[in-house]
């Protein structure tokens, strides 16, 4: 718990929450150490709702997971790429943040860049209710949060919840919790809808479901040839490559599983 600020809230004392916190900890500790999944469901209601300070954003948790977000270091490299990228572009660039989840990125991107529309789209009904509460806490009127999965189809999915929201998934369901219905959107629809003329930056987290994402948006990688950065599972590395390569876009592995891909028309 070192270095992790709260937010003040005058209904509940700090202390009130900091003990929330340690104890869903130490229930997912014992979750990780006996793997019975009612010490994660107990953990994940305690940290629910709380409100952390991550650097200069406030972050609202949806499960016991999202405290990772809050390190100063959380996905470092990622965030500095994409923080080159944008002061590349100029003023009134476009940020989509696919499986935005709890609003790490498009928050923090919000507050750099006031002048940009950050677009963040997440579907799973805990994360996107915990984005939609940072954006009204950050006082951010440049990020426009939307609830729905993008694939390779307009309509509606199965989405697999999990016992961590950032693992949820339209196509990794092993060991989901549940399944819900959501929206499905294509990121071509989606764009259109939104009358947008240019898209700078994609960003893309969708467990295992980023082949979809990008078959749905073959129209606006042509037109606005988008910098990217995609988290890809092994499985789809080849794959991913080839389109990406036909598309006239190089890559280049970040860290982990996180690959930036720049088109060489811009």
């Not at 270091?73 to 935005?100: C, H, T």
């Not at 939104?194 to 078959?215: N, Q, S, T, Y």
């Not at 389109?243 to 982990?256: H, K, T």
């Amino acid at each position: 718990m070192a270095g992790l600020r709260l937010l003040e809230d005058k209904s509940l004392c700090k202390r009130v929450i900091l003990v929330r916190l340690l104890l869903a900890r130490a229930l997912n500790f014992l979750y990780w150490r006996t793997g019975l999944g009612v010490f994660r469901v107990i953990s994940n209601r305690l940290a629910k709702g709380v409100v952390v300070r991550a650097d200069y954003v406030y972050l609202v948790l949806s499960c016991i997971s999202d405290l990772s977000m809050a390190r100063p270091d959380y996905e470092e490299k990622v965030f500095d790429w994409m923080v080159r990228v944008l002061n590349s572009r100029g003023r009134g660039s476009v940020f989509i943040d696919v499986g935005a989840s709890i609003g790490r990125h498009s928050l923090s991107i919000a507050k750099l860049f006031p002048e940009s529309l950050i677009v963040a789209v997440e579907p799973d009904p805990d994360a996107y209710e915990a984005l939609v509460r940072g954006i009204e806490l950050n006082g951010v009127s440049n990020v426009k949060a939307l609830p729905a999965a993008l694939s390779d189809v307009d309509g509606y999915v199965a989405l697999c919840r999990k016992l961590s929201t950032t693992e949820s998934s339209v196509v990794e369901c092993n060991n989901f919790l549940e399944t819900v219905k959501v929206r499905s959107r294509r990121l071509d629809t989606l764009v259109n809808e939104l009358g947008l003329r240019r898209v700078d930056l994609v960003k893309i987290d969708v467990e295992g479901a980023e082949l979809k994402v990008l078959m749905g948006a073959l129209n606006t990688l042509r037109r606005f040839k988008p910098a990217l950065v995609v988290e890809i599972r092994e499985r789809n590395k080849e794959e991913f490559l080839k389109l990406m390569s036909s598309l006239g876009y190089r890559c280049d592995v970040i860290d982990g599983e996180n690959v930036s891909c720049t088109s060489a028309g811009v």
